[in-house]
């Protein structure tokens, strides 16, 4: 048996991120940190939004208390017990915290694709991408997915969309769907 079909009978070892982006560390640096700040920027619009929601309920819900209060108007307290629900949910999950993470995190992938731009060290902007890797909160598998098929698409890669099924598009900053693994249009996925 030759050398070539020992190749093609063997099974492909999967590659990790770093050799992926060391196999073409221009136009990989460009895609992966591209993905990201489109990943981080959707997080953060995401928990901005439920922030801003919350915080808009409460003041509404609390004036409305207050009215009544001065009015002298009797209520159960269940109205008051859900504007305290409302505060306490955007106190226990830190949104606004968690939104400022992501926004900062989506500032500095965009500063290292500028950095590419400008032309700078290759391999400097490598361990700054793979630095950046290691502050990221864990990721949701199928908003990541998305962030890839628009890169994808930004970049004129189209045959390396991944399709995501209609439950994780609906549900991609609810859950994280660990272990998911999405099919590409025509190859799949490595994790």
Request: one cysteine or more.
């Given at each position: 048996?030759?050398?070539?079909?020992?190749?093609?009978?063997?099974?492909?070892?999967?590659?990790?991120?770093?050799?992926?982006?060391?196999?073409?560390p221009v136009s990989n640096?460009?895609?992966?940190?591209?993905?990201?700040?489109?990943?981080?920027?959707?997080?953060?619009?995401?928990?901005?939004?439920?922030?801003?929601?919350?915080?808009?309920?409460?003041?509404?819900?609390?004036?409305?208390?207050?009215?009544?209060?001065?009015?002298?108007?009797?209520?159960?307290?269940?109205?008051?017990?859900?504007?305290?629900?409302?505060?306490?949910?955007?106190?226990?999950?830190?949104?606004?915290?968690?939104?400022?993470?992501?926004?900062?995190?989506?500032?500095?992938?965009?500063?290292?694709?500028?950095?590419?731009?400008?032309?700078?060290?290759?391999?400097?902007?490598?361990?700054?991408?793979?630095?950046?890797?290691?502050?990221?909160?864990?990721?949701?598998?199928?908003?990541?997915?998305?962030?890839?098929?628009?890169?994808?698409?930004?970049?004129?890669?189209?045959?390396?969309?991944?399709?995501?099924?209609?439950?994780?598009?609906?549900?991609?900053?609810?859950?994280?769907?660990?272990?998911?693994?999405?099919?590409?249009?025509?190859?799949?996925?490595?994790?």
């Amino acid at each position: 048996m030759s050398d070539s079909q020992k190749q093609e009978t063997q099974p492909m070892a999967e590659t990790t991120g770093a050799e992926e982006r060391a196999a073409d560390p221009v136009s990989n640096l460009e895609f992966h940190a591209g993905r990201c700040e489109i990943y981080h920027q959707a997080r953060q619009g995401f928990l901005g939004a439920w922030h801003r929601a919350l915080m808009g309920f409460a003041v509404l819900g609390g004036n409305g208390i207050v009215f009544m209060w001065i009015r002298g108007l009797q209520h159960d307290g269940t109205f008051t017990l859900i504007v305290t629900c409302a505060v306490m949910l955007d106190l226990v999950f830190a949104l606004p915290a968690r939104a400022k993470t992501h926004a900062l995190l989506a500032s500095r992938f965009a500063g290292l694709r500028a950095a590419e731009l400008r032309g700078a060290d290759g391999k400097e902007l490598l361990a700054q991408l793979d630095e950046l890797y290691g502050q990221e909160p864990p990721s949701h598998v199928a908003l990541d997915a998305i962030a890839h098929n628009q890169m994808c698409n930004g970049l004129g890669r189209p045959n390396g969309c991944l399709v995501v099924p209609l439950r994780y598009r609906l549900l991609k900053n609810v859950f994280r769907f660990d272990g998911a693994t999405f099919e590409g249009v025509t190859r799949k996925l490595a994790s």
